[in-house]
């Protein structure tokens, strides 16, 4: 999918082309990731569902359909359009759609889990990307990541909200501790879980060529990140191809979670 934001009018010279796939991958019975596509509005999201009977599918459904519609609110250009939490001051219009729409996702997950016992505990990792001004702004809950692919080299932009992460500050682990850590799929950070959420928000100058890939762990988990760059840089841009062979990658690899993946090309800045 091709999109030029400039075309609706917000001056904002950057093109971009967008691939997004999901699969449930090899262990799991049913999926509970969701992906938002929105290229009209250069907004991208992975929300990767926790909860028992399946209503994670539901927590993760949840933030995809909200951001959308907060979207086309915000951007609407109606001056009665109200912000859930006020704008914080000195960031951008992208930086305050995703904090405050993700805060306001977690706050109608938490309502729907306080206001009827089967849906409590249900949760939901966030990550999402939006450009604007040229620009790119990057938010998430949890352990769901974005990578950044430039020149050959693979960057990751997100800080996973980890038990795992956590520990890995206090002490220097090897890889064979890390791989054995007893707890590495507990999140301490997610979306639902409690009335008010923190969302990490940063922001960078994109620029062409670039590929923004957004994930839930059950790619990061299985796919380690040399062997990420690889994949993407083979591609060569076929963000398509990329998508697709990540997908295929984690899965082979064992696919012991659901797997999904966004990738996003910059096109013109």
Request: aromatic share 6%; net charge negative.
């Amino acid at each position: 999918m091709r999109a030029k934001a400039d075309q609706w009018g917000w001056g904002l010279a950057i093109t971009v082309t967008s691939y997004g796939e999901s699969n449930v991958g090899r262990k799991r019975a049913h999926n509970e990731d969701n992906l938002l596509l929105f290229p009209e509005h250069l907004l991208f999201i992975v929300a990767d569902g926790m909860g028992g009977h399946g209503y994670g599918e539901v927590a993760s459904q949840m933030v995809v359909e909200t951001m959308r519609a907060f979207c086309l609110h915000i951007r609407s250009g109606d001056p009665e359009a109200t912000w859930p939490n006020r704008e914080e001051r000195g960031r951008s219009t992208s930086e305050n759609l995703l904090n405050a729409g993700i805060r306001y996702c977690n706050y109608a997950i938490w309502e729907r889990g306080a206001s009827d016992p089967k849906y409590k505990n249900m949760g939901t990792t966030v990550v999402g990307v939006q450009f604007d001004e040229g620009m790119v702004s990057i938010a998430h809950v949890g352990d769901s990541r974005v990578y950044r692919l430039r020149d050959g080299q693979l960057a990751l932009l997100t800080e996973d909200h980890s038990l795992l992460n956590d520990y890995k500050k206090m002490a220097v682990l090897t890889p064979e501790e890390e791989e054995n850590f007893p707890h590495k799929n507990i999140i301490v950070r997610a979306c639902g879980l409690k009335q008010d959420v923190l969302v990490d928000v940063t922001r960078e100058q994109p620029r062409v060529g670039d590929i923004y890939m957004l994930c839930s762990d059950g790619l990061s988990g299985e796919v380690p990140d040399p062997q990420i760059r690889d994949i993407m840089a083979r591609h060569n841009g076929d963000i398509r191809g990329m998508g697709a062979e990540l997908i295929r990658t984690a899965c082979d690899n064992g696919g012991k979670d659901n797997v999904t993946t966004i990738c996003v090309r910059i096109d013109s800045v």
